[in-house]
Structure formats: C-alpha cells, structure tokens
C-alpha cells in the first residue's frame, strides 16, 4: 500500500517528460534504501529524461555518478550536462542557498539537453501508456 505522499510523486511523475533530481553529496547510492526508494516508481519513470542538480563540499559529484547508473536501469535517460553546487561557493554559512551567476549557463543546457531527450523519448512513452491500457 502506498502512502499518500508516495500516490502524489507517481502521480506527478506520470505527468512528466522529464525529470530534475537534487542531489547532496551524502546522498547513501551504495546502501539499499536509496535504490529502493527510486525503484518505488520504477514503472512511472521508464522513458523520461533525468538531469541532475548536485550539492556538497565536491559539490555531489560521486552521487551523481553512482546515481547515472542508478538511472540506466530504471530506463531514465541521463542527460550529459549536470550542475554542481559547493557548499563553499553557493551557501553562505553551509545552510543558505545563494547561487552565482556562473552556473546559469550550465543550467541552461542541462534543460536544453532535458527538452531534446524526452522529446526524443516521447514515442517510447506513447508504447508504453498505449499497451498499460491494453
């Protein structure tokens, strides 16, 4: 039985082409409620584009790298580009959020990059919705 919280984020991803994962550097990839927790949706998620916006002291670059695989098989499409944050230059006192201008760029064509692959991924998405209802 799913928790009404969990109904609304399936909900939700349904709806979705593409999908923006915030990621901490703390993020447990390795330990087996993270994956878990992401294969909860597996179904729902299939077909769709997935960009990742990481933070941490390295800026979440480990999680996202263990996450990419993560991705492939719950059939996300990952997109090359994605933004990392450091605690050290985008927060002030580690608890914060003040971007810089310098990461506008990068965010740009992360969502560039998201818009070209779920537009891509549609007809997959169309299968799959066609032979669920079938």
């Known amino acids: 039985m799913r928790r009404r919280s969990t109904t609304v984020a399936v909900t939700t991803t349904t709806a979705t082409a593409a999908i923006v994962l915030p990621v901490p550097t703390s993020f447990p990839t390795r330990r087996a409620v993270s994956p878990a927790v992401l294969q909860h949706v597996f179904a729902e998620w299939n077909n769709k584009a997935v960009g990742f916006v990481s933070y941490g002291s390295i800026g979440g670059a480990r999680a996202v790298e263990h996450l990419r ?9 990952d ?3 994605s933004v990392s944050l ?7 006192h580690f608890t914060e959020f003040h971007p810089s201008g310098y990461q506008a760029a990068t965010l740009s ?3 560039d990059e998201l818009v070209a692959w779920s537009s891509a991924l549609a007809p997959l998405r169309d ?5 669920q209802r079938t």
């Open 127 to 131: 299968r799959q919705l066609t032979s």
């Open 109 to 111: 064509t992360m969502f």
């Open 69 to 77: 695989l993560v991705a492939g098989e719950l059939k996300l499409a």
């Open 79 to 81: 997109v090359r580009t």
């Open 86 to 92: 450091s605690m050290f230059t985008e927060f002030t």
